[in-house]
């Protein structure tokens, strides 16, 4: 499969370039699961053994190739290339995202790319103190991490519910204002409504593995649901979200008291 557009660097008639056309081009990321179940392997297994041959020469080849260019002579001495790391998570994640909601009948499909990077979503989530003050005061959903603990000899904290009035009343825009709580769940405060919700998503069993997604999607799915025109809720509920392929359930219902008043 390819998401190769072209460009000036990829010469005509090369093996990579006969392989791109062989293969199927992917169009738009939500159909990749369809683009796989229909292609059938073949098509590009001669152009992509002209691209991979010599196996355990092409670099030789490639070195006398580049060092002629240069006007060098190669070194004699022999030398141990050096490793590229290993996959690691990304030190840095996106702090604001253009949430792209759909309703269906199996659920709330949430879509989310870093803010700016493509065409307005739903709403704006953002994590308070992660992202800069002009996407902050930006936000349709507004959200803050738990602290670490502080080794100062005075310490304040604000509680879930004490935060999320504090959010809606600093930033007008805002509609929604959410704690992710120590114990997992999440507190959400809507602007216009009179109770606190707690939500609550489970990871997701898949072959002896657990899939866990960001809590700030669950938050995404819930905040569309409760800004809708549908009536507010008033009881435990279920609300499925919808990522990729995968469903996963997320437990809707009004917050207790000591829900509201842990510290973050």
């Known amino acids: 499969m390819s998401v190769h557009r072209g460009g000036g660097e990829l010469i005509p008639g090369s093996p990579m370039g006969v392989l791109l056309d062989r293969i199927p081009q992917l169009e738009r990321a939500k159909d990749i699961v369809d683009a796989l179940r229909a292609y059938r392997p073949g098509s590009g297994h001669a152009a992509a053994e002209a691209a991979f041959a010599p196996p355990g ?92 603990a502080s080794a100062a000899p005075v310490d304040l904290a604000w509680t879930a519910d004490g935060w999320t009035r504090h959010a809606l009343s600093a930033y007008p825009s805002c509609r929604s204002a959410a704690a992710l709580l120590p114990s997992g769940g999440c507190l959400l405060r809507v602007r216009g409504h009179e109770q606190t919700y707690a939500v609550q998503v489970e990871p997701r069993s898949e072959g002896g593995r657990m899939i866990r997604i960001d809590p700030a999607v669950a938050l995404s799915a819930v905040h569309a649901r409760l800004v809708s025109p549908q009536p507010a809720l008033d009881s435990r509920t279920v609300l499925n979200c919808l990522l990729g392929e995968r469903t996963f359930p997320i437990t809707l219902r009004p917050a207790t008291d000591a829900e509201a008043t842990q510290l973050i």
């Not at 070195?63 to 260019?69: M, N, P």
């Not at 190669?74 to 909601?101: K, Y």
């Not at 199996?106 to 003050?133: F, K, N, Q, S, Y």
């Open 57 to 148: 020469d092409a670099v030789d080849r490639l070195r006398t190739e580049v060092y002629a260019l240069l006007g060098l002579a190669p070194p004699t001495h022999d030398f141990a290339p050096r490793l590229l790391p290993s996959p690691a998570p990304a030190t840095r994640v996106p702090a604001a995202f253009d949430g792209h909601v759909e309703t269906t009948a199996a659920g709330v499909l949430i879509t989310r790319h870093p803010a700016g990077t493509g065409l307005p979503g739903h709403h704006l989530a953002v994590e308070h103190g992660a992202a800069g003050e002009q996407l902050t005061r930006s936000a349709g959903l507004l959200y803050r991490s738990p602290l670490a």
